[in-house]
Structures are given as structure tokens and as C-alpha cells.
T-cell receptor
Framework: NAGVTQTPKFRILKIGQSMTLQCTQD?????MYWYRQDPGMGLKLIYY???????DKGEVPNGYNVSRSTTEDFPLRLELAAPSQTSVYFC????????FGEGSWLTVV | GQNIDQPTEMTATEGAIVQINCTYQ??????LFWYQQHAGEAPTFLSY????GLEEKGRFSSFLSRSKGYSYLLLKELQMKDSASYLC???????????FGKGTKLSVKP
């Protein structure tokens, strides 16, 4: 089982560039999440989705957008990258047990 | 608002028992999770409590008191590989909303 797969694993962006972090899960989970994790700050919820076609803002949504056109996919888009978005990003899915992807390390320079 | 508190760091000795506490204040409650995270890796699921009481799973146990907004994770027979961060997370009132505390970094020493 692949579980939760997110790509890319590492990426360097220039200020003002845009990119999409891809996330897909093969467990037929309704709930999906995007978190960012900064050193010493814990996981912060960016956006979440409770099913296809439904998304909602988390704690730190500014500068990001998401979509959920299928149950499997939950991409996260950064429209105008800023240095403050340098972080590790985790996608996760679940009903009651939340499974995480391996993380995407993003640096904005 | 929502607030989850846990100690920043703890140190324990190999073979010993350690208890990591978590207190929470959330608008609504739909369950509490504990995760383990080694440096540079993704969090991995340890336990889920939605009712009061103790859940035991091998060397790890988790306790919940909803009336007190309190949980703890108990690790027995500590091993060096248990050195990691332990994250407490609460599923709050909004459907699907899952908020994490900042994590407790546990160091296990010989």
C-alpha cells in the first residue's frame, strides 16, 4: 500500500514564483489535511477537506490555496512564494487514524 | 480559540517509565491523538482516545479525561529508539479540524 504520497520531496523556489505540492492517498479516506511545520513550532493546519468538493481553512491559510476534485487528491498551491513559506509541508489523510505523507521540504529564496 | 499545551522537553533513562502530559482547551471535542515524530521524518500514529479512560497498546498507553481537558502518554521500558518528539493533537468542534500541540522532545539516556 502506498498510503499518502506527496511530491516533490525537496524544492527551492524564488520569491514570487508559484508551485503546487501534490498529495494523493489510496485508502479512500474522506478527510485530508495540509500542515506546515517550522522548527520548534509544531504542526500548523493550513487547509483541510472532509470530502471531494469541500475544503476549509485551518489556522494559517494565507498565501495558500487548495482544491479537492477527487477523493484521492488534495493539491496545495502557493501562488506568490515568500520567504515566510520556507517550511516542511505534510499532507495527511484519515477518518479516525490520521496517516501522514513523508513531507516536502520547501525553501523560498 | 483552541489551545494545546505539553512540556517542551523531557529526559528519561533507558528502561524507565515516562509520562508526557497534554492539556487542551478547544471548542468542541471529537477525540485526542498522540503521534511520535523522529527528527526529519513524518509523524506516526500512536493512539486515539475519544472516551475517558486508559488505552493500552504494548509499551505505550494513553489516558484521557474529557472533564479536565487532560491526557497523558505513558511509555514503559524506555528504549533508546524512543528518543523523539511526541505530539498531542485534538480533533475540535469543526468537522475535520485537527490541531496539534508544539510537541514534547523526549531524550532517552543510557
Amino acid at each position: 500500500n502506498a498510503g499518502v504520497t506527496q511530491t516533490p520531496k525537496f524544492r527551492i523556489l524564488k520569491i514570487g514564483q508559484s508551485m503546487t505540492l501534490q498529495c494523493t492517498q489510496d485508502m479512500n479516506h474522506n478527510y485530508m489535511y495540509w500542515y506546515r511545520q517550522d522548527p520548534g513550532m509544531g504542526l500548523k493546519l493550513i487547509y483541510y477537506s472532509v470530502g471531494a468538493g469541500i475544503t476549509d481553512k485551518g489556522e494559517v491559510p494565507n498565501g495558500y490555496n487548495v482544491s479537492r476534485s477527487t477523493t484521492e487528491d488534495f493539491p496545495l498551491r502557493l501562488e506568490l512564494a515568500a520567504p515566510s513559506q520556507t517550511s516542511v509541508y505534510f499532507c495527511a489523510s484519515g477518518p479516525n487514524t490520521i496517516y501522514f505523507g513523508e513531507g516536502s521540504w520547501l525553501t523560498v529564496v | 480559540g483552541q489551545n494545546i499545551d505539553q512540556p517542551t522537553e523531557m529526559t528519561a533513562t533507558e528502561g524507565a517509565i515516562v509520562q508526557i502530559n497534554c492539556t487542551y482547551q478547544t471548542s468542541g471535542f471529537n477525540g485526542l491523538f498522540w503521534y511520535q515524530q523522529h527528527a526529519g521524518e513524518a509523524p506516526t500514529f500512536l493512539s486515539y482516545n475519544v472516551l475517558d479512560g486508559l488505552e493500552e497498546k504494548g509499551r505505550f498507553s494513553s489516558f484521557l479525561s474529557r472533564s479536565k481537558g487532560y491526557s497523558y502518554l505513558l511509555l514503559k521500558e524506555l528504549q533508546m529508539k524512543d528518543s523523539a518528539s511526541y505530539l498531542c493533537a485534538v480533533a475540535g468542534g469543526s468537522q475535520g479540524n485537527l490541531i496539534f500541540g508544539k510537541g514534547t522532545k523526549l531524550s532517552v539516556k543510557p
